[in-house]
């Protein structure tokens, strides 16, 4: 197999003129290439308003090593080998494994360890994700926030509500992203994420995804167990020679659920989403290690599609391009980083809140991204200084804090305001030419009163640095809202290198733990989990008692 690649094509082109392409680049007839595969398509708009799409092909052909010596060097010869589980290991597993929380990271490691034998429990305090659809538009239309089945807990995690991003920065030598995409592909989502530099799917195809993986994992013998909030673990002691030394170390023995069942288990995965707040009480009160992290906070940021496009694009309009998205930094005068997360082009802010009184916002898009607005969260990095608490839970409360600020000064609505007004630190009356795209009730208020005056200092400097990039970004109609605090988890759940944390048979995995950020990598983390299982255990249970219970 050949890899090809630089082919420019105008927006609007057929497959057909790629076709033609790839032959005239190999020099060969039409019946000498037998089979092509696109590895990677780009938007190149460096030269604008002259717009190329740019791909990257595999192909095979009659004769390779003609073409090789045609091409002189322009053709590579590749190989590609296909994602491998590893070898199962030799120590017994008693139980089944549990896995608590059904986002990317638990449900890839679910979909993994079903798929290699292990049968897997899986732990959601939420509902299936067409039940969880229901009660998150009841939130966003009435306002009754359901504790346990919102747009951060149910089954797909929090990435269920937002623009299915699935572009990573994690550098992948064995296949554990295409392995993700291909996945996502054979459980619905649209092929072209195997090959487009920033794939996405789009929520309302994403909830057919995740349902559609939830039955591969029960048909390979996985349970799924819904409504079951872990709300304690037992612990128990064990003696352990180390070094000649002995001692005592700690492993799991079980879960408890909120309804009161104990769930015996040897193996227990936290794939917990970030916001699941009162599960970390409840590990640090069980003195499982974790530590602080950093992360940041701001606002979304909402401008007219069309002028994020005719930045990205420049004005000549194309059809065939998709809606421009936008990645933007800065560097501040006290030294923080201000920068752009979870663009979400043609896309809605979607009021996010999980806990009573306390609110918070993030972007979605559907698929086909055709909303009338450009939405990102616009965020600044916070340090411990910010909070100045103590624990390992410090950063959590300080989120938590800001939230609340969020809730009063909307009085239980999205909080809105204009630029102009958060330069000027007084609430916004009357908006300008960008309407709010908001999923649930808002309305104007003073934002920027939710932060202490350094963060809401950091986010104005940002937006005018920002303006640079994009012109009109710091425009005075621009529509802020808040708060955007979910960003990444304010705690990390420490780990070993074998993915253990020092409590014996307890994995932390994925974002929530503070090892991921974005769908695919909490998704390859899980992957990473489950293969530590399986190089460490047998493939076959070796059950001497009740699953359920002691």
């Known amino acids: 197999m050949l890899r090809i690649s630089q082919l420019n094509l105008p927006p609007g082109h057929s497959m057909e003129e790629l076709t033609d392409k790839i032959c005239k680049f190999l020099r060969v007839r039409r019946t000498d290439l037998l089979d092509y595969e696109i590895q990677k398509k780009s938007i190149d708009a460096r030269k604008k308003p002259h ?11 009659k004769d390779e090593r003609q073409v090789l010596q045609k091409t002189r060097g322009k053709a590579k010869k590749v190989s590609r080998l296909p994602y491998q589980a590893p070898t199962p290991g030799a120590v017994p597993l008693m139980r089944r494994p549990i896995i608590v929380g059904s986002g990317p990271a638990g449900l890839f490691c679910g979909y993994l360890l079903a798929k290699s034998g292990y049968s897997p429990i899986i732990l959601e305090r939420g509902n299936p994700v067409e039940e969880r659809l229901a009660d998150v538009e009841e939130f ?22 937002s623009d299915g991003k699935l572009n990573t920065l994690v550098k992948d030598a064995k296949g554990r992203n295409h392995f993700v995409l291909q996945t996502f592909v054979e459980h619905g989502a649209p092929a072209d994420i195997l090959y487009e530099q920033k794939p996405h799917i789009g929520t309302d195809i994403l909830m057919n995804v995740v349902k559609n993986m939830r039955q591969s994992i029960q048909n390979m013998g996985g349970e799924f167990r ?37 769930i015996a288990a040897n193996v227990c995965v936290l794939a ?26 701001g606002v979304r940021i909402e401008h007219p599609q069309s002028m994020i496009t005719q930045s990205q694009y420049g004005k000549t309009i194309y059809s065939g391009l998709p809606a421009a998205s936008y990645k933007l930094t800065a560097k501040l005068k006290n030294g923080r980083g201000a920068y752009t997360f979870c663009m979400c082009p043609g896309g809605y802010v979607v009021n996010a809140s999980s806990e009573n009184k306390r609110l918070a916002v993030n972007g979605m898009s559907y698929h086909k991204r055709d909303g009338i607005n450009a939405n990102s969260a616009v965020i600044v990095t916070v340090t411990p200084e910010d909070y100045k ?53 808002f309305t104007p208020a003073n934002v920027r009163s939710i932060f202490p005056k350094e963060l809401g200092d950091s986010l104005e400097e940002g937006i005018l640095l920002m303006e640079h990039k994009i012109h009109g970004f710091a425009r005075a ?16 759940i420490l780990r070993s290198a074998d993915f ?10 994925g974002e929530g733990a503070g090892y991921a950020g974005g769908i695919t990598s909490a998704a390859m983390d899980g992957i990473k989990t489950a293969e530590a299982i399986i190089r460490k255990y047998s493939q076959k249970l ?6 359920h219970g002691f």
């Open 51 to 61: 717009i190329f799409f740019s791909y990257t092909v595999d192909v095979k052909v």
């Open 140 to 161: 966003w239309r009435s306002g009754h926030l359901n504790l346990s089945s919102n747009v951060q807990f149910g089954e797909g995690g929090a990435g269920a509500f």
């Open 226 to 262: 819904f409504h079951s909030q872990m709300t304690d673990i037992r612990l128990e002691n064990i003696a352990q020679i180390d070094d000649g030394n002995k001692g005592n170390v700690r492993k799991i023995s079980g879960v408890v659920l909120d309804g009161g069942e104990e």
């Open 272 to 297: 917990l989403g970030h916001s699941a707040r009162d599960t970390f009480q409840m590990l640090c009160a069980r003195q499982i290690p974790m530590e602080t992290k950093s992360f940041a906070v």
């Open 389 to 441: 608490g103590t624990g390992p839970l410090s950063g959590m409360e300080f989120q938590r804090m800001l939230e609340e600020r969020a809730y009063t000064v909307g009085q239980g609505k999205v909080p809105i305001q204009c630029f102009k007004d958060f330069r000027e630190n007084q609430p916004t009356k009357e908006l300008g030419g960008v309407t709010p795209q908001i999923k649930g009730d």
């Open 477 to 492: 109609d621009a529509v802020l809202s808040g708060v955007e605090s979910r960003t990444s988890s304010p705690v990390r």
């Open 500 to 509: 253990e944390s020092t409590v014996s048979g307890i994995y932390p995995c």
């Open 542 to 547: 070796n059950i001497t008692a009740p699953v």
